[in-house]
């Protein structure tokens, strides 16, 4: 099978990381990939070994020029299957683009955000769309796409190469994070919707000296936030360490894990985070319920509360033992329902049945 992936996204975050999952498990079944990304992406450099890789500007929404490119490559490849993967444009232009070239597509939809009126447009270029969390699949019958197009496909991770040896010493000399801290990371974009601000005020209301922040990724609302945090007072025990590429090597230092945010497909980083045995607390948003059962695997409050999380913070500051419980059964299940094997085997089920549709057609 030859499967012509595009991926515009320029950083390694969690939905590129699932397509370097991807392509790496289909290489290993003997699928033939080509990847078309944006110029000099870090996601390039990781899958050569896995995927051919060619490299299309793409500059958003309105890129026409992205179109006929992709249009163009499509045509001169001609791959059994197009696979979208991103929106920045690419949902649009690379689904026409499919059409226009008499080639089957797949769109991989992982945001959980209501979309405008001209949404039902976009999905008829698509022979199937595959929603990564429940809260995403609802969202798509919700825009009108039929329910016999969309196939459920949960991210996944390898919960066995995750398993890296906690290192808190290494962690604490590298930040500046002093021994006795007890440490909340955050692992998101630094955008409005995963809710950054939430979780300072909710350090703020806590207002527990030992409560120390790490605040993992970067984006526009970094500054502000900076900003935000000296407001409060809590400059000294928030620390901002940007996109770090050993994020792996960080996340069993902490001991708990927020993730506050409005809306999430379905939250990579929770999963990691669940894979290494860190204590989850999360909102109760979008496709984040799918992994985190209140008092069950995790803790749950609702988006745009920082009493609640304060609360919570509170309680697993004072319950060790009940983190360490919620932490391994949220472990056992990302085992075994959001593994990457089984992320694999779903997109090549989903391809097949586009295939065996269009023979029948």
């Known amino acids: 099978m030859k499967i012509l992936h595009v991926e515009s996204g320029r950083r390694l975050y969690g939905g590129a990381q699932q397509v370097r999952f991807l392509l790496q498990g289909l290489a290993d079944l003997d699928a033939e990939n080509i990847l078309v990304c944006p110029p000099g992406t870090t996601l390039a450099g990781r899958l050569r070994s896995y995927a051919r890789v060619i490299e299309i500007p793409c500059s958003g929404d309105l890129d026409l020029l992205f179109a006929w490119r992709l249009y163009r490559c499509i045509r001169k490849e001609q791959p059994g299957l197009v696979h979208v993967h991103s929106r920045r444009g690419a949902d649009w232009w690379g689904g026409l683009a499919a059409l226009l070239a008499g080639v089957p597509a797949v769109l991989s939809r992982r945001v959980d955000r209501p979309e405008g009126r001209l949404a039902g447009l976009k999905y008829r270029f698509y022979d199937r769309v595959i929603a ?4 995403v699949r609802e969202q798509l019958l919700d825009s009108g796409v039929p329910g016999e197009k969309v196939s459920y496909v949960p991210s996944g991770v390898s919960a066995e190469a995750l398993q890296v040896e906690r290192d808190r010493k290494w962690l604490q000399d590298e ?3 002093p021994r006795e801290a007890f440490l909340l990371g955050i692992v998101a974009q630094l955008i409005p919707r995963k809710g950054h601000n939430d979780l300072l005020s909710a350090m703020q209301i806590l207002g527990e000296p030992s409560a120390w922040l790490l ?3 970067e984006g526009k609302e970094e500054s502000r936030l900076r900003l935000e945090a000296q407001k409060r007072g809590l400059q000294e025990r928030v620390v901002f360490a940007g996109f770090r590429e050993d994020a792996a090597r960080i996340l069993p230092c902490l001991d708990v894990l927020v993730h506050p945010a409005h809306r999430e497909g379905l939250g990579v980083s929770v999963l990691e985070a669940a894979a290494e045995g860190v204590p989850i607390i999360a909102t109760n948003a979008g496709g ?4 985190i059962v209140h008092q069950d695997t ?4 609702n988006p745009g509360s920082p009493a609640e999380l304060a609360e919570a913070i509170s309680l697993l500051m004072n319950a060790p033992e009940l983190g360490r419980q919620l932490a391994n059964a949220a472990r056992r299940k990302v085992v075994q329902q959001f593994s990457v094997e089984g992320m694999v085997e ?3 089920r989903a391809y ?3 295939l065996e549709n269009r023979d029948k057609g």
Do not use: M, Q, T
């Not at 990564?132 to 809260?135: D, R």
């Open 132 to 135: 990564i969390s429940h809260a």
């Open 175 to 177: 930040l500046g994070i």
């Open 215 to 217: 605040v993992l990724g």
């Open 288 to 291: 984040l319920v799918d992994l």
């Open 298 to 301: 995790g803790l749950l409050v």
């Open 346 to 348: 779903g997109n090549l």
């Open 352 to 354: 097949e049945r586009v």
